[in-house]
């Protein structure tokens, strides 16, 4: 199957599952995570119309982003992997969201980047919903006061939550857990749900899904 065949298929079955959950379909942002892939596998993807991408590394990034922006100037980036506190000037410039807010440390030198730059970038907090000790994300029972510090001490408005689930276990808990920390916290937006679990989050009200190997196939 093709790239474009794969990606048609996932597009049908986030239409399905947002039927399903009466959402419509458009209120479900598919993030198509080309990392491990470089431009020449991502290009025909690009050029089936898809606009929205996740990477995990800024480094990696910075190798094939810039050259695909230019040529499709209004492709998004979002970052889905953990954030080094000296790659925020690099990620800041590059990117259009964040995912991983999780610690004081980079709400205050994202904050500072983002003003410095004269950019504003959509912000998600990662909350390690299964307080894994190996895992980033801040613990769910910090992550309402955290979203609030965000705001008042860092001036940074954080639109919404992300959480990737152990992977030995069922999501679901873990998808309601993050939309009752988000409600908490007056946000909007769910990033949550990969491509063996995207359908289940949607049913759990997920707005932005994050799926790899089901668009490009298997990283290998
Ligand atoms: C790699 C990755 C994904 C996509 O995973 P697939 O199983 O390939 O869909 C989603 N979210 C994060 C944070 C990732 O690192």
């Known amino acids: 199957m093709s790239d474009r065949e794969r990606l048609d298929e996932v597009l049908n079955r986030v239409s399905?599952?947002?039927d399903k959950a009466e959402l419509a379909a458009n209120d479900i942002t598919l993030i198509a995570v080309s990392k491990t892939f470089d431009a020449d596998s991502i290009r025909p993807v690009l050029k089936a119309g898809q606009r929205v991408f996740g990477e995990n590394r800024v480094q990696e990034s910075e190798g094939k982003w810039p050259g695909l922006k230019e040529e499709f100037p209004d492709?998004?980036?979002?970052?889905?992997?953990p954030l080094q506190s000296n790659k925020t000037r690099?990620?800041?410039a590059l990117f259009d969201a964040i995912h991983t807010v999780?610690?004081?440390?980079?709400?205050?030198?994202?904050?500072?980047?983002?003003?410095?730059?004269?950019?504003?970038?959509e912000l998600f907090v990662q909350v390690n919903t299964g307080e894994e000790p190996q895992?980033?994300?801040?613990?769910?029972?910090?992550?309402?006061?955290?979203?609030?510090?965000?705001k008042t001490v860092h001036g940074l408005s954080i639109?919404?939550?992300?959480?990737?689930?152990p992977f030995d276990e069922n999501p679901g808990p873990h998808f309601a857990l993050l939309r009752k920390l988000a409600q908490e916290a007056g946000l909007e937006k769910l990033s949550m749900g990969m491509s063996a679990d995207f359908e289940t989050a949607i049913e759990f009200g997920a707005t932005?899904?994050?799926?790899?190997?089901?668009?490009?196939?298997?990283?290998?």
Not at 135 to 150: L, N
Not at 159 to 165: H, K, R, V, Y
């Open 75 to 81: 492709a998004r980036l979002h970052l889905i992997g």
């Open 135 to 150: 895992k980033a994300g801040i613990s769910p029972r910090e992550a309402v006061a955290f979203v609030e510090r965000c």
């Open 159 to 165: 639109e919404g939550l992300m959480c990737i689930p």
């Open 208 to 220: 932005h899904i994050r799926v790899g190997s089901a668009i490009f196939g298997s990283r290998g």
């Open 16 to 18: 399905v599952a947002a």
């Open 102 to 121: 999780d610690r004081e440390k980079i709400a205050v030198t994202l904050a500072k980047e983002m003003v410095a730059q004269g950019r504003t970038l």
């Open 90 to 92: 690099e990620a800041v």
